[in-house]
């Protein structure tokens, strides 16, 4: 693949994984980055890419994941952006599951600097609002409007040593206390308008943890899959078992829709969350971006 670097988070795999990284590296034509700060990433891997690098590896959870994407598509130019590998290492690392990459550190490694070709796969815009106005960002996997997000914030403030369980652990904590909004949501050609629970739109198939939310999305296909949730509370609770397996949809509770572009607008104004990470609230949009990131699967 040429020049190659790792971005690894060294807090991933409680500290094991940055260590097991230097010892599968040490015979391989690859650099070794580790990261300092929130956004430290996203600075590596836009460093990387002007500088001509092949290949960057995002070595950490789905929130290095994030960063990085960020980092390789932030200069709008597709011809540049350098190949993506994964090594898993965090609390979910629910974005590899859709392509099975392997868990063990030395074989994800392995794979990412094979010969073989990457797969073309998409990736999503979203535009949203902060405190401070409008903001922009990309994500790759799975982005959340309602009570999605509300769960990643709470997850986010437990024990790490959860693991994967911190998003149930978040979802029990959190269900009881979200009250449901209005919402106004806008795909393509298509409309909704009424009451939301929570808003998926899909890229890839499996987010909080290990849940087969999009169990039929296709990261190649040049269209999110969209659910509207309308659902109860008791929905929620007595279908939670079904989403971990996928096999929670049909519904008739969940609207099911597939697009390249949603917008949405809701009263009282919901959270945004993307990869598992919450970036602000309503208005938003999301666009799809066919075949923005070349992975190594």
Known sequence: MGKAIVIVNPKAGRGKLAPKLEVAARTRDVDIASTTHPGHATELAQRARASGVDLVIAAGGDGTIHEVVNGLLADGDDATVPALGIVSGGSGDDYAKTF??????????ELALSEKAPRIVDAGLITYRTGSGEAERFFCNIAEVGIGPEVVDRASRMPRRLGGAVY????????PVYKRRTAQIGMDDKAYDGPLTNLVVAIGQVFGGGMRVAPQADPSDALFDVQIQFGSKWDYVAGIAKVYRGTHLPHPRIREERAAHVEITCEPPAL?????EVLGHTPATFSLLPGALRLKV
């Open 272 to 276: 945004i969350e993307a990869d598992g």
């Open 168 to 175: 149930f652990a978040g979802f029990c904590l959190t269900l």
């Open 100 to 109: 099975a990459i392997p868990d063990e550190p030395s074989a994800a490694l």
